[in-house]
């Protein structure tokens, strides 16, 4: 939701138009977050109660 509405709508109020390069780093910048997050709320909690 933050990477979706909240950090686009300054950068659509500040009228940035991003080149091919700028879009392609914005975009790795999600994909990698989102496998970040899917590590820290998934993998991980099943990670530490392996030994449970």
Known sequence: ???????????FGALTIY??????????V???WTFYSVFVVVIYPLWESRAA
């Open 1 to 11: 939701l933050i990477v979706m509405i909240l950090i686009p709508l300054p950068l």
């Open 19 to 28: 080149s091919v390069d700028g879009f392609t780093i914005w975009v790795l």
């Open 30 to 32: 999600a994909i990698i």
